[in-house]
């Protein structure tokens, strides 16, 4: 087999995947759009290439050979984005889990690395593919080595051989490199000759071949004002032309054969997939070295329960083959205690009339995995469980939110079971997921059910050393069965206002669509890049920032760029939004809404962030657009049940800022909010040093990003996208508003402090989170702890609060004998179903409720209103 060497630019690499990509996270908050891009790419020349050798380069530092001959060299690039900079350290154990060796050498830049080894590897006989987002790399084109750059996002590459490189410049490839040297490279703060650009650097080369057969035929140059400036700088361009020269014999260890690569470990990168929630590339990863089920478990299959089977149960697992607990059937129920475990399939079970007493006896305290799950499983079969005192799905949760699986061995696990099958290796996985033989599903589900009793002792134990039985107790379990009710009862929907508002948009579709054909002066398919690209750049004559293989770039910051050039581009950016809300939000309400009770059931996920918030899923009710009035229209079609009702919303009024001020215990914040001011207009006094009469909406837009950003632990890189603006004046912004409010400042040093310390902050409630990076000998890693450390109490603190809000509402609405019920939670908002007859006394509850649900330093506030629909409550 013939060998070839795949060698990477991976600092290049990476910025085009994290430039490339939305600014993607995950739960825990690790900003991941880089390293997805880069396994996007990685998966693409694994491939395309079938490498035999592999090796990633990466820069070792700031400084390289190349500033001792120009200090400057490199001098105006911007520091590197810390979201960008965190992830550098995931790239690695990408590489390390594909099995790719990965190298850096101090001194020198990638590309020498990459210049070395691709001639060593051309002197041996070996075939090269270099990838990277650098032309410069284009040096290195040669009969055996093939340059790919990176053109639209990762993977459109542009490929390089001696041919390509004449037909598009007219030059060799190491005229590349005088090019460099007469044109220079802003990129890089390479100088040149000045107002020596690209074209004519090319037609100079063709004449004179190199910067230094032209700087000794300078007198045959045509042009006194070029003459003179090449005579003037001829230094400059000598110089110029060695800081591009890519160094190729720098002293490496690296023999080609110890870059042989041998695949990736499957395993690794399902793990770090998971990890990074990369559900798309998990999809394509078949994990190899899942044990088997070893617990030995006594259960007993059982046909025809008995009051006698239950007497000493403790713990009880249902077990459903899908995430939709709503939809799915009971596969089979395994009920345990004082060392007996019995194991009844899905129908016997809900149809027994000893288990429906059992499970709905109060007195019998149980042991559940996702009381949430359990209690809207076996409702949907007509019982009501009760008793549940204990859920080690949320104790183990609340123990360490970062780690936590949704698969029971895979939770288990964490606290010492290891003698439980996966359900992947149980059921199979996707498509294949299918039941086995009965007594193989009834000895896992059984193995479960055995084990629940075992993890309720060592997890309460383990929140007693954490000082959170409380926060379990009073906050999540309670919640937990809230949630359940809320979930069970579901959310009304107007379907033919659903249908209605469908109309409307296509209706406004086709106007638009129309109107974008006038001012283009033809018909085209708006949704085709390539009609449309013809139309911008070819027709209309806007100028091209990018370009794919199939033709121009159309991509969103594409037309945002060119949207003052031309009203055509607005038209498109709104028909673009106009068709998402039609797609996926109008259509796709429609298909999730019960064709009988007309309600969509969202699903709470209450273990999955690490702030502790609620999110929602199958809908997303929490991420319907607002922004547009056409988005905010949507919530029209959410209604109370009956006509005679009203949807009510409340929602805190800047919470997380008020809790930042009672936390920073920051004398300016907390009196602000005491006096009730508009804090944003507060901030931009205080920053701006103007009177209230002085304030700007520009300036109260900029407070109101920098008082949220704070709450974030915004990077200056993230202000000046958010604002517009350049990243030396969001620093300095940060900088004043920091000077500002003293305690923010520090708050914020003694939280980093105190995390280093503990390994972990906690919130209000004593809710914890564990920040290991924190202590990271990384600097791109500490920097993503130490903003970690200081967002996390104040924006898991205010989820604690309206927690324990939707638990006191509860509460007095079941006190007062009201039927006004709860149905969602949207982030700081809190949605009910109330009868015209309540409204009154809602009134007065649910403010008196949440505003007091916990004494901070300053007043907690709720804003309130009600309406025939969700749109009109707001």
């Known amino acids: 087999m013939e060998k070839k060497l795949v060698l990477i630019d991976g600092n290049s690499i990476a910025y085009r995947a994290f430039f490339a990509l939305p600014l993607l996270s995950n739960s825990k908050g690790v900003h991941t759009n880089a390293v997805y891009g880069f396994a996007m790419m990685l998966n693409k020349i694994v491939k395309d290439e079938q490498p035999t050798h592999i090796l990633v380069a990466f820069d070792a530092g700031k400084t390289t050979f190349r500033h001792e001959t120009f200090k400057e060299y490199k001098g105006t690039r911007q520091k590197t984005p810390p979201e960008l900079s965190e992830q550098f350290s995931y790239v690695r154990e990408l590489l390390k889990a594909y099995g790719i060796p990965y190298f850096e050498l101090e001194n020198y830049e990638a590309d020498d690395i990459i210049g070395t080894l691709s001639l060593k590897a051309e002197q041996e006989g070996v075939m090269v593919k ?115 020269t890519i160094l190729r014999t720098v002293p490496l260890d690296l023999a080609i054969e110890r870059l ?33 089920q070893v617990t030995d478990v006594s259960f007993t299959i059982v046909t025809e329960p008995e009051a006698a ?99 029971f061995a895979a939770v288990a696990k964490l606290h010492g079971e290891t003698g439980i099958a996966s359900d992947e290796t149980i059921y199979g996985k996707g498509a294949k997921r299918a039941l086995p033989a009965e007594e193989t599903y009834a000895k896992h589900v059984s193995a479960k059910a055995e084990a629940l009793s075992r993890l309720d002792e060592t997890c309460r134990h383990e929140l007693s050393e954490n000082s959170q039985n409380e926060l379990f107790d009073e906050l999540e379990l309670p919640l937990a069965l809230i949630l359940a009710d809320m979930e069970s009862e579901g959310v009304r929907v107007d379907i033919n206002r659903l249908n209605e508002m469908g109309t409307e948009l296509k209706k406004r579709l086709a106007e638009m669509e129309k109107t974008i054909h006038t001012l283009a002066g033809t018909e085209f398919n708006i949704n085709s890049p390539k009609q449309l690209g013809v139309i911008l750049f070819e027709k209309l004559g806007l100028p091209s920032l990018k370009k794919t293989k199939t033709g121009y770039s159309t991509s969103a910051d594409v037309l945002e760029k060119l949207a003052p050039s031309h009203e055509i581009v607005q038209h498109i950016l709104d028909y673009r939004q106009i ?105 931009a006094m205080e920053v701006f040093h103007v009177e209230e009469s002085g304030v700007t909406s520009n300036m109260r837009r900029q407070a ?6 704070i709450v974030y632990g915004i990077s200056d890189y993230g202000l ?52 290991p990076e924190i202590t990271s000998r990384n600097f791109n890693l500490r920097s993503f702890g130490e903003r970690t450390a200081m967002n996390t109490p104040i924006q898991g603190s205010a989820a604690d609060i309206i927690k324990k809000a939707m638990i006191d509402v509860a509460e007095r609405l079941e006190k007062e004998q009201l039927t006004s019920k709860l149905l969602l939670q949207v982030h700081d908002e809190l949605i009910f179903d109330v009868p015209k ?35 009109d409550a707001k």
């Open 309 to 407: 089977h239950f007497k000493q149960a403790d713990a009880v697992y249902v077990e459903m083959m899908d995430v939709n607990y709503h939809k799915a059937p009971i596969a089979g129920i395994s009920v345990s205690g004082d060392g007996q475990t019995i194991f009844m399939p899905g129908e016997t079970a809900v149809s027994s009339l000893a288990f429906k007493e059992w499970a709905e006896n109060q007195s019998a305290r149980k042991t559940v995995f996702d009381a949430k799950r359990t209690v809207i499983a076996l409702r949907r079969h007509g019982i009501e469980i009760a008793g549940v005192d204990f859920d080690v799905f949320l104790a183990s949760y609340l123990i360490n939110p970062s780690e936590s699986p949704e698969d």
């Open 704 to 709: 109101k990003a920098v008082n949220f950003g």
């Open 260 to 292: 042989v690569y041998k695949g990736a470990d499957d395993d690794e990168l399902y793990d770090l997939y998971r990890d990074l929630e990369f559900k798309t590339l998990l999809e394509g990863i078949q994990r190899t070295g899942e044990p088997e």
């Open 130 to 244: 270099v990838y990277s987002g650098d032309k410069d790399l284009t040096q290195l084109a040669t009969e055996k080595t093939t340059v790919c750059i990176t053109r639209k996002g990762i993977t459109d590459i542009e490929e390089y051989t001696p041919e390509h490189v004449l037909e598009k410049y007219g030059l060799t490839p190491l005229q590349i490199i005088d090019m460099k040297g007469l044109m220079g490279d802003a990129s890089d703060n390479i100088p040149g000759v000045p107002g020596v650009g690209e074209k004519t650097a090319i037609k100079l080369l063709k004449q004179f071949h190199s910067v230094e057969q032209l700087i000794e035929s300078v007198e045959q140059v045509s042009g006194a004002k070029l003459k003179e400036k090449l005579t003037e700088h001829k230094d400059m361009a000598v110089m110029s032309k060695q800081l591009a």
């Open 837 to 871: 007859e309540e409204i009154d006394q809602m009134e007065r509850i649910v403010p008196d409720v949440m505003e007091h649900a916990f004494e901070l330093d300053v007043p907690l506030k709720v804003d309130y209103s009600f309406g025939p629909t969700w749109y």
């Open 720 to 771: 000046s996208q958010n604002l517009g603006i350049t990243r030396k004046d969001a620093a300095q912004f940060i900088d004043r508003y920091l000077n500002t409010y003293p305690g923010v400042k520090e708050y914020m040093d003694t939280i980093i402090r105190e995390a280093k310390e503990k390994g972990y902050v906690t919130t209000l409630l004593n809710r914890r989170r564990y920040i």
């Open 579 to 683: 068709g998402k809300l039609q797609s996926t939000y109008i259509e796709g309400l429609l298909k999730v809404a019960d064709p009988d009770t007309r309600k969509i059931h969202t699903r709470f996920n209450q273990a999955l962030t690490q702030t502790g918030r609620l999110s929602s899923t199958d809908p997303n009710l929490q991420n319907i657009p607002i922004r547009l009035e056409e988005g905010r229209k949507i919530r029209q079609a959410f209604i109370p049940e009956k006509g005679d009702s009203v949807m009510f919303a409340a929602d805190y009024s800047q919470i997380e800022l008020r809790v930042l001020a009672h936390i920073s215990r920051d004398e300016k914040l907390i009196d602000a909010f005491k006096q009730g001011l508009d804090i944003h207009t507060a901030t």
